[in-house]
Nanobody
Framework: QVQLVESGGGLVQAGGSLRLSCVASGRTSNNYAMGWFRQAPGKEREFVAVIRWSGGSAAYADSVKGRFTISRDNAKNTVYLQMNRLKPEDTAVYYC??????????????????WGQGTQVTVSS
């Protein structure tokens, strides 16, 4: 089992930046990939970005491509989400998730078995 703890959320004006962090503990050696998802009020949870735990391959949702960057520090068991040029529509609770089977690439929350508690990101206009 992998335990995940997110941090770094907050309130920011449109056009600003935030960096989210997710620290993994437990059986992290089994991780294939780490992902970020988000859920806005009244909406379903949606994919944001995913990164392969070894090798660094990454993929992004079209809505954040070019503005967000996912990265990882294996030595610290930490995944980051750098969010630039934030928009009000980026407002959501952001969740970190770990994928431990079936290869690294997925955009489906069903494929991620461990989740953090979430961190709120609010972008004001």
């Amino acid at each position: 089992q992998v335990q995940l703890v997110e941090s770094g959320g907050g309130l920011v004006q449109a056009g600003g930046s935030l960096r989210l962090s997710c620290v993994a503990s437990g059986r992290t050696s089994n991780n294939y990939a780490m992902g970020w998802f988000r859920q806005a009020p009244g909406k379903e949870r949606e994919f944001v970005a995913v990164i392969r735990w070894s090798g660094g391959s990454a993929a992004y949702a079209d809505s954040v491509k070019g503005r967000f960057t996912i990265s990882r520090d294996n030595a610290k068991n930490t995944v980051y989400l750098q969010m630039n040029r934030l928009k009000p529509e980026d407002t959501a609770v952001y969740y970190c998730a770990a994928k431990v089977s079936g290869g690294w690439y997925s955009r489906s929350s069903d494929d991620f078995g461990s989740w953090g508690q979430g961190t709120q990101v609010t972008v004001s206009s």
